[in-house]
T-cell receptor, first 120, second 111 residues
Framework: GAVVSQHPSWVICKSGTSVKIECRSLDFQATTMFWYRQFPKQSLMLMATSNEGSKATYEQGVEKDKFLINHASLTLSTLTVTSAHPEDSSFYIC????????????????FGSGTRLTVV | QQQVKQSPQSLIVQKGGISIINCAYENTAFDYFPWYQQFPGKGPALLIA?????SEKKEGRFTISFNKSAKQFSLHIMDSQPGDSATYFC??????????FGKGTSLLVTP
């Protein structure tokens, strides 16, 4: 089945530094990837949608200069949190979509295992 | 603005009982309705999903009931087990676009 690998699973960084999170589709080509943020005991909130080879589309209220998304290939998308601050501490989850996947997975949304970011 | 409304926020069920979680939506363009299970520190995992041309779908102990006219859908977990204790999210999407998640239901199944 479709597998999405997300790394790192957790990271601690100092305030003011940048952190990069990778999201890879291992056995399919992901034309579209989604990045979500989840605060403790809350739901997943969509941050941005990225399509391979084009600029990401950010949701209202998400700072595009702070959360840099790159989707340079059909199997890799990265989220870079620039100049991280403690309020950026959260659980970041990517989702990749294989448009050719059918069956149980419906429209082919597959989630990574998430990255716990702690900014100190 | 929450496009998918989920209830209850939390649920306690005895082992062997039925867990029922409800969701409602407004956007009639939604054509994909999945349910996800999430354990602490993990990404959400797809449990079961339904499309609006079907009123019910069953996979093992999990059943989705879908009411298109009422714009509601629900998850039923039969014979609930302690291992089912997790947070459950309903979601809805228009084909090819991002999933819109409900706020989640924390389920606790007591022995």
């Amino acid at each position: 089945g479709a597998v999405v690998s997300q790394h790192p699973s957790w990271v601690i960084c100092k305030s003011g530094t940048s952190v990069k999170i990778e999201c890879r589709s291992l056995d399919f080509q992901a034309t579209t990837m989604f990045w979500y943020r989840q605060f403790p005991k809350q739901s997943l909130m969509l941050m941005a949608t990225s399509n391979e080879g084009s600029k990401a589309t950010y949701e209202q209220g998400v700072e595009k200069d702070k959360f840099l998304i790159n989707h340079a290939s059909l199997t890799l998308s990265t989220l870079t949190v620039t100049s991280a601050h403690p309020e950026d501490s959260s659980f970041y989850i990517c989702s990749a979509r294989d448009p050719f996947l059918s069956g149980k997975n419906g429209y082919g949304y597959t989630f990574g295992s998430g990255t716990r970011l702690t900014v100190v | 603005q929450q496009q998918v409304k989920q209830s209850p926020q939390s649920l306690i069920v005895q082992k062997g009982g039925i867990s029922i979680i409800n969701c409602a939506y407004e956007n009639t363009a939604f054509d994909y309705f999945p349910w996800y299970q999430q354990f602490p520190g993990k990404g959400p995992a797809l449990l079961i999903a339904i499309r609006p041309d079907v009123s019910e779908k069953k996979e093992g102990r999990f059943t989705i009931s879908f009411n298109k006219s009422a714009k509601q859908f629900s998850l039923h977990i039969m014979d609930s087990q302690p291992g089912d204790s997790a947070t459950y999210f309903c979601a809805a999407a228009v084909s090819g676009y991002a999933l819109n998640f409900g706020k989640g239901t924390s389920l606790l199944v007591t022995p």
